[in-house]
C-alpha cells in the first residue's frame, strides 16, 4: 500500500518569514495530494490540494509543489502569521481508491 | 456548512469494557472513515464505509468493528477495550464518488479515549 513520509516533525519560524514543509509517497499510482491543518481542539481541516496533472497551485499566502518524478510534494506557507501555528498533515491518495494515506504530522510555531 | 459531530470529546473507560464511538454527518456524505491519531504516527485508518451496511477495513483494523445502519451515522466498536487504544478517534465524512470532483474529507473534533 501507499507510504507517505513528512518532514520536519516540528519547525520553529519567525512570523513572517517563510515555512517549507517536505513529503514523500511511495506509489507512482497517486494522483491526489491534500495538504489538512490541524488547529488546536479541533479536527484536521483541508487547505489545498492538487492533482497530478499540476505541477504548482497557490491560494494566497500558500502554495503546494509536486514532483511527479520524484514522488515528492511540499507546502510553502510565506509571511507566516501567529495563526499559521498549528499541525499540518500531507496526504496522498490514488483517487479511485476513495481513502487518504496520511504523512505523520508537522507541528508549525510561528513566534511573535 | 458541513458539519461532522462525535458523541462524546473525552472518554474514560476500563480495560475489557466495549466502547462505543459515534459520529454522525448531515451533508448526505455517502463515504465516512473512522482514524486514530497518534503522536508521530500521524491519521491511521482503521475503517470506512462508502454506502448504508457497507465497511472495508483500513491500515489498522485489528480490535475494532464498525456499524453504518444509517447513511449520516458510523460507529466505531472496540469489543474489549485494551490500554494500546488509548488514543485520539476522528471521524470524518466524505461526497466523493466515481464521478465527484471533490475528494476532500470533513472531520469531526475528535473523541481523547483514555483505557485504564
Known amino acids: 500500500g501507499e507510504n507517505v513520509e513528512q518532514h520536519p516533525s516540528t519547525l520553529s519560524v519567525q512570523e513572517g518569514d517563510s515555512a517549507v514543509i517536505k513529503c514523500t509517497y511511495s506509489?507512482?499510482?497517486?494522483?491526489?495530494f491534500p495538504w489538512y491543518k490541524q488547529e488546536l481542539g479541533k479536527g484536521p481541516q483541508l487547505i489545498i490540494d492538487?492533482?497530478?496533472?499540476?505541477g504548482e497551485k497557490k491560494d494566497q499566502r500558500i502554495a503546494v509543489t509536486l514532483n511527479k518524478t520524484a514522488k515528492h510534494f511540499s507546502l510553502h506557507i510565506t509571511e507566516t502569521q501567529p495563526e499559521d501555528s498549528a499541525v499540518y498533515f500531507c496526504?496522498?491518495?490514488?483517487?479511485?481508491?476513495?481513502?487518504?494515506?496520511f504523512g505523520s504530522g508537522t507541528q508549525l510555531t510561528v513566534l511573535p | 456548512d458541513v458539519k461532522v459531530t462525535q458523541s462524546s470529546r473525552y472518554l474514560v473507560k476500563r480495560t475489557g469494557e466495549k466502547v462505543f464511538l459515534e459520529c454522525v454527518q448531515d451533508?448526505?456524505?455517502?463515504?465516512m472513515f473512522w482514524y486514530r491519531q497518534d503522536p508521530g504516527l500521524g491519521l491511521r485508518l482503521i475503517y470506512f464505509s462508502y454506502d448504508v451496511k457497507m465497511k472495508e477495513k483500513g491500515d489498522i483494523p485489528e480490535g475494532y468493528s464498525v456499524s453504518r445502519e444509517k447513511k449520516e451515522r458510523f460507529s466505531l466498536i472496540l469489543e474489549s477495550a485494551s490500554t494500546n487504544q488509548t488514543s485520539m478517534y476522528l471521524c470524518?465524512?466524505?461526497?466523493?464518488?466515481?464521478?465527484?470532483?471533490?475528494?476532500?474529507?470533513?472531520f469531526g473534533p475528535g473523541t481523547r479515549l483514555t483505557v485504564t
Open positions: 451533508m448526505d456524505h455517502e463515504n
Open positions: 492538487i492533482r497530478s496533472n499540476v
Open positions: 496526504a496522498a491518495s490514488t483517487g479511485s481508491a476513495r481513502q487518504l494515506t
Open positions: 506509489d507512482s499510482a497517486s494522483n491526489y
Open positions: 470524518a465524512s466524505s461526497p466523493w464518488t466515481s464521478g465527484s470532483k471533490s475528494y476532500e474529507q470533513y
